[in-house]
Every structure is written in structure tokens, then in C-alpha cells.
């Protein structure tokens, strides 16, 4: 099935490019960005080589509803959808933390503990948890933003203070922020029988100083989701969750033996069959957290498509 794997557009008065595991981001005169999201899948910092189809779609479409759901707590960076892949928005400088937030004790922090560690960036884990039970409070445990090929990393917060990435005056919104939208997230996950339990918001600062939430939100590449009924019975038996997030890609992964060691193991081949179940666990996400049916788009020429409907809107504005 036709995947959008990379784009080379050239928009009116585009000045540059740039290109990251999943998203390209043109950016034009006046501080405009035109963010595209392509069908590509990144797992542990990997490309993989296939894409997944509908996944740009899907991703586009539940940021930006989610942006729409919480832009009166929270400003945000996002302007117009002129096309199902594409967000366009003002130009800010990027934070460069993620905020990453916990309710639960899972993935990450899961791996962390079953390794005796009970410090998380600087946060304490309590004794006695088991995997994917819930912390006493939401953790914020942030991670430095990665330039292109390098993996993010676990940093504290009084580490963040003291290089001087972010000012304390500065950190102590996004903090706030962060709290705010998890609340929300998990209030719209909760209306759909959905439990929000971790995930991560990027920030960056306008001309104007303003901060602003930008790129994705509460999408199953930044977030995890587990289902609400049956979630108190499974942890009382010791039995896995069920989960809507892109957890399972990362299982799927280190059960053939990949954990994005470059250099020491490749990539596992997916299946075509394997590929289409990836894609209907995205669209399943989509329907669940937006209580929406998913519409597939027409993609028998993407490339086309986002060009006609960027440059129409482009041209009207």
C-alpha cells in the first residue's frame, strides 16, 4: 500500500528544511512552518525501513484535534490543517527538553525499575510497585531533545537548571503545562473508557516570547494508552495490560532481538501482514481517544495531493 516515506517540496517562499525521525518541517518567510507527517516509524531512536500506512494521517489529525481540545489551558503553535498530513503553524525556537510525564509505572520506567534502580531524572520511584501500577502523583521526567541521529536521553531537572538549557523562570511553565495538559489528557481519555498513562509534550518560545505547544500531542507515538475496564482485575493478577500506544511495536521489536543497537544487530524484517496490523492498531487508537470513525484519505498520490492542498492555502493567505 502507497506510504509517504519523505517529501521534497519547494513552497512559496520557503526558506529551509529540515527533516526529523518523522516529521519534515518547511519553513517560509513571515515565521510560517509547514509540518508534514509522514508515514514513517521510529522505534528506539530507529527508522524503520517500511512505513505504516495512514500513520502520517492519523497522527496529524489527532494532534491537532488534541491542540483544539486543550488551547484554553494551554497556547499552541498550530494555525490551520490544510491537508490530513499537514499542520501549518507559527515558527518558534524549540526548548530542546521533551517534558515527558508518568502516571504509570510502565515502559520506560518499568525497564528502569526491573533494573533496581529507584531514581528516575532525579525522581524517586517508590518501593513495592509493580509494572504498569500507578505512581502516587504524575512524575515529570524529562529527556534532552535529540538532534538528528543522536538518542534522547533521561536528564533531571536540576541538571536541565544548572547547564543552563532552560531558565528556571522558563522551566517552571513548562512544569506547569505539562501538568495541566496530562490532567486534560486524561480526563478526554477517561471519556472514552481510555487510560492516559505517560507521555510527552515539546515547547518552544515565539519571537514574541511567548511559549507554546508544538509538534504532537497525546498521539500513540508520544503517548501510551492503556484500556480502563479491566485494567484494576489485570494488575491484581500480575497479567499484561491492554494497551493502545506503540509499545507493542517496541515488543514486537526486542522479541526478534532488536533494541536500536545500531551497528550490532538489524533491523527485523516486517511483513507485510505485520505492517497492515501496525496500521489497524493506529487507526483503532484514533477511533478510541477521538470517538471519531477514521476516514481514510486518498492515497493514490500523497505527494500531490499535500502540494495542491498547501499551495491552495498558501495562496489564500
Known amino acids: 500500500m502507497n506510504t509517504l516515506m519523505s517529501t521534497d517540496f519547494n513552497f512559496k517562499n520557503q526558506k529551509s528544511v529540515y527533516k526529523g525521525k518523522v516529521r519534515e518541517v518547511y519553513t517560509l518567510e513571515d515565521d510560517i512552518l509547514i509540518m508534514v507527517a509522514t508515514d514513517r516509524l521510529s522505534a528506539f531512536d530507529v527508522v524503520m525501513p517500511k512505513g505504516i500506512?495512514?500513520?502520517?494521517?492519523?497522527?496529524?489529525?489527532?494532534?491537532?484535534?488534541?491542540?483544539?481540545?486543550?488551547?484554553?489551558?494551554?497556547?499552541?503553535?498550530?494555525?490551520?490543517?490544510?491537508?490530513?498530513?499537514?499542520?501549518?503553524?507559527?515558527?518558534?525556537?524549540?526548548?530542546?527538553?521533551?517534558?515527558?510525564?508518568?502516571?504509570?509505572?510502565?515502559?520506560?520506567?518499568?525497564?528502569?525499575?526491573?533494573?533496581?534502580?529507584?531514581?528516575?531524572?532525579?525522581?524517586p520511584m517508590p518501593d513495592g510497585m509493580k509494572e504498569n501500577d500507578k505512581f502516587p502523583e504524575p512524575i515529570i521526567t524529562p529527556a534532552t531533545k535529540a538532534e538528528q541521529g543522536d538518542h534522547d536521553e533521561d536528564i533531571s531537572k536540576e541538571d536541565i537548571l544548572r547547564r543552563g538549557i532552560v531558565s528556571q523562570e522558563d522551566y517552571e511553565v513548562l512544569e506547569k503545562y505539562t501538568h495541566a495538559l496530562f490532567k486534560r489528557g486524561t480526563e478526554i481519555a477517561a471519556e472514552r473508557g481510555l487510560i492516559l498513562v505517560d507521555t510527552k509534550y515539546e515547547f518552544g518560545k515565539t519571537k514574541d516570547g511567548e511559549i507554546v505547544l508544538i509538534d504532537e500531542i497525546h498521539t500513540p507515538d508520544s503517548s501510551r494508552y492503556f484500556y480502563a475496564d479491566g485494567y484494576e482485575e489485570r494488575q491484581a493478577k500480575g497479567e499484561a495490560q491492554k494497551q493502545l500506544s506503540k509499545e507493542f511495536v517496541r515488543q514486537w521489536l526486542i522479541s526478534n532481538g532488536f533494541q536500536g543497537l545500531e551497528g550490532q544487530y538489524e533491523v527485523p524484517e516486517m511483513s507485510d501482514e505485520y505492517i497492515a496490523s501496525v496500521s489497524t492498531r493506529y487507526i483503532e487508537l484514533y477511533e478510541n481517544i477521538t470517538g471519531e470513525k477514521f476516514v481514510k484519505s486518498d492515497i493514490s498520490n500523497i505527494q500531490e495531493r499535500i502540494l495542491t492542498n498547501v499551495t491552495a492555502y498558501l495562496d489564500n493567505n
Open 53 to 123: 500506512p495512514y500513520k502520517g494521517q492519523i497522527l496529524n489529525q489527532i494532534a491537532t484535534k488534541m491542540m483544539e481540545a486543550t488551547k484554553d489551558i494551554v497556547p499552541n503553535w498550530l494555525m490551520a490543517t490544510p491537508d490530513p498530513n499537514v499542520a501549518v503553524g507559527k515558527a518558534c525556537e524549540p526548548f530542546k527538553v521533551e517534558m515527558v510525564i508518568r502516571g504509570y509505572m510502565s515502559g520506560h520506567a518499568a525497564r528502569e525499575y526491573k533494573a533496581d534502580k529507584r531514581m528516575l531524572c532525579g525522581v
